[in-house]
């Protein structure tokens, strides 16, 4: 849910390096945002939201399947906190 909520700074973040060649899009962060609400929609600040759910869940499969292997070879689960 956080990584959804960065998503519209990133996007901002990402709009500023084409500010370059003394070709200035936008005045400010705040600038940026209310002309991109306005040329694209709301829509467009969640660019790539498909794409960071999947790295969450692939990395969520990877750390999962790391203690599911060690339970198998090792027969215990080692390092992580209490337990």
Not at 35 to 58: H, T, V
Request: hydrophobic share 40%; glycine share 14%.
């Amino acid at each position: 849910m956080i990584r959804l909520c960065c998503l519209c700074t990133d996007l901002l973040r990402g709009e500023f390096p084409a500010c370059e060649f003394d070709i200035v899009k936008y005045k400010s962060s705040m600038d940026a945002f209310q002309q991109i609400l306005k040329k694209e929609g709301p829509k467009s600040l969640f660019k790539g939201a498909g794409a960071n759910i999947l790295r969450a869940i692939a990395g969520a499969g990877v750390l999962s399947g790391y203690d599911k292997l060690q339970l198998l070879l090792l027969g215990k689960k080692y390092g992580s906190g209490s337990g």
